[in-house]
């Protein structure tokens, strides 16, 4: 049974900034980056206690072929997306803003 996604206004931020940066460094590399994007929303949806909690009640899921993990919490049939976090910054920021 599909799950409901609430992706925080932190999240979305973070991956337009993403996705504005990486179609600007080269056409059609954005649309990749969202297409991943989407493909992990897909993956956690199917299988949302598959991944390992990273912190409290936080788990990361990997976006495949870019340097990002999407921050979420399952709450009941409520996935939440807290952040977008480009694992090449300081892993001690990872959860200061949620």
């Keep these: 049974m599909p799950h409901f996604f609430d992706i925080k206004e932190e999240a979305s931020l973070e991956i337009i900034e ?3 940066y990486y179609e600007n460094k080269q056409k059609g590399l954005g649309e990749r980056f969202f297409k ?3 493909d992990t929303y897909r993956k956690i949806d199917q299988s949302p206690e598959g991944y390992q909690k990273v912190h409290k009640l936080f788990r990361a899921a990997k976006v495949k072929n ?5 921050i979420y919490e399952v709450a009941g049939k409520t996935i ?5 976090f480009n ?4 892993p001690a920021k990872k959860y200061r803003n949620i």
Excluded: V
């Excluded at 870019?66 to 999407?70: E, W």
């Excluded at 939440?80 to 977008?84: A, G, N, Q, R, W």
């Design 80 to 84: 939440l997306i807290y952040s977008l």
């Design 66 to 70: 870019f340097p990002y993990q999407l």
């Design 18 to 20: 993403a996705y504005s």
């Design 36 to 38: 991943r994007i989407e």
């Design 87 to 90: 694992t090449h910054k300081d």
